[in-house]
């Protein structure tokens, strides 16, 4: 049963050294071989919060394994711990629960391929020019990466909706890779500024839907809020469209502040946040994350630009994504929704 995943590399991508140390600013993912690289602090944390027993955590990575390659012997997929952590530490090291996550990130990719095919940082260099998004430079208090993004500078004619998704990936997949993120998970701050129709209405539900079954059921990281702000009179159309996809505890995390910058800074102090923020964290700069990702091309063609890991592996119908049967019943759906954003508009 190992013979087929002997014959493809089990490890994770190289990642060059030169480049690490150029952003240090963002912390290193574990060695190759791995050893743990978690405070003392963290390591309480992730016992407390994930069920992590650093005693047995090896042999809990050696029990996934042992279930992927007697459960999905066709799978190509990395074998290595310190991939393998990142979904048991998704799941609170429910073994089962790690494992469907893992489908789940690889069915994805199948699902969705104007995402995933040739993806790597240089296709979505149109996305990063253009000030879609940047990973601010200091984590909160609680030690979690802010994610920001900014839809607003996005219009339709610019490029499709899909390389947004692209970006984020992206930029979730290089998130993930230290150990800290894994155990504190990340904030995402979502500024609205000059959303209009157009880019509410664009995405529409079927798309929504992909995106939040990825986030939520097909990637290894913990989401701990969702901060939104400046958000338009048209935003209850648009979370219209998301919520009914949320999971309660997710719906829960979304926080609104309107333009309202001091309930801002009682979930993200001000010392992390730039000045466009109301921050004293200098001005928002949005080329070092852009620079971190195009330094990491490499890592990103051996990760992605791969052939399918699911050919040949036998998934249920009712996996993860519906498919397209169920456009017709989305589009119905959008045609409502569409009308309400007319209608706060």
């Known amino acids: 049963m ?7 590399d089990l490890g994770g991508p190289t990642v060059d050294s030169s480049a690490a140390a150029v952003h240090s600013w963002f912390p290193s993912p574990p060695p190759p071989i791995y050893s743990c690289t978690l405070t003392p602090e963290l390591v309480a944390k992730a016992r407390e919060e994930l069920q992590e027993k650093p005693e047995w955590r090896l042999r809990d990575v050696q029990a996934l394994r042992d279930m992927i390659l007697k459960e999905q012997p066709n799978l190509r997929t990395r074998l290595d711990d310190a991939f393998l952590l990142r979904f048991l530490r998704a799941r609170k090291f429910d073994y089962d629960r790690a494992l469907q996550l893992l489908l789940n990130y690889h069915a994805g990719r199948k699902a969705w391929p104007e995402v995933f095919q040739d993806l790597k940082p240089s296709t979505v260099k149109h996305v990063l020019d253009l000030g879609f998004l940047t990973v601010l430079p200091r984590p909160d208090p609680n030690g979690r990466y802010i994610l920001c993004l900014r839809p607003g500078k996005w219009k339709p004619n610019d ?6 998704v692209r970006a984020i990936y992206l930029t979730l997949e290089k998130l993930i890779q230290p150990e800290e993120t894994q155990v504190n998970g990340i904030v995402i701050l979502a500024d609205y500024t000059g959303v209009g129709m157009s880019q509410a ?20 990281i913990r989401i701990k809020a969702v901060n939104i702000i400046n958000e338009p009179r048209i935003f209850k159309g648009i979370f219209a469209i998301i919520k009914p996809f949320l999971k309660e505890k997710m719906a829960e995390r979304y926080i609104l502040h309107g333009s309202d910058l001091r309930s801002l800074h009682r979930n993200i102090p001000r010392s992390v946040l730039p000045e466009e923020y109301g921050g004293t964290a200098g001005q928002l700069d949005m080329s070092a994350w852009s620079r971190l990702l195009l330094d990491c091309e490499e890592e990103f063609v051996v990760e992605f630009c791969q052939p399918d890991p699911l050919e040949g592996v036998v998934l249920p119908e009712s996996m993860l994504f519906e498919g397209e049967q169920a456009s017709g019943h989305d589009d119905d759906t959008f045609r409502g929704l569409r009308s309400q954003l007319y209608y706060c508009y």
């Open 2 to 8: 190992a013979d087929q995943h002997e014959s493809i």
């Open 159 to 164: 490029y499709p909706f899909v390389d947004n």
């Open 201 to 220: 209405s664009n995405p529409g539900p079927f798309l929504a839907k992909k995106v939040v079954s990825i986030l939520q059921d097909g990637f290894p």
